[in-house]
Nanobody, 122 residues
């Protein structure tokens, strides 16, 4: 089994900051990339940011968060972080951690965390 455990969500005022963490554990052979997605009420899940794990640490951000959010990783801990600054009410939603990985039994694909709620009040 593979587990992605998120932490760091909560309620914050507009302009504030939060930091999310996601730790991957279990029968993992190799993690290719990790990232964060979010889903606001009544909307589809959307990409927030991704980072490669196996090479270079290349990052990708949604246009709406560029310059405000920073994704980073700790490969030794199989952990990815999302530092969120200058939060806006439109950042409100459930944030999901994602990992593109291979397990030791040869199964590959996308794995998801349970989600953590972020609410930004105006």
């Amino acid at each position: 089994q593979v587990q992605l455990v998120e932490s760091g969500g909560g309620l914050v005022q507009a302009g504030g900051s939060l930091r999310l963490s996601c730790a991957a554990s279990g029968i993992i052979s190799r993690i290719n990339a990790m990232g964060w997605y979010r889903q606001a009420p009544g909307k589809q899940r959307e990409l927030v940011a991704t980072i490669t794990i196996i090479s270079g640490g290349s990052t990708n951000y949604a246009d709406s968060v560029k310059g405000r959010f920073t994704i980073s990783r700790d490969n030794a801990k199989n952990t990815v972080y999302l530092q969120m600054n200058s939060l806006k009410p439109e950042d409100t939603g459930v944030y999901y951690c994602n990992a593109d990985l291979w397990t030791i039994v040869g199964r590959g694909g996308d794995y998801w965390g349970q989600g953590t709620q972020i609410t930004v009040s105006s």
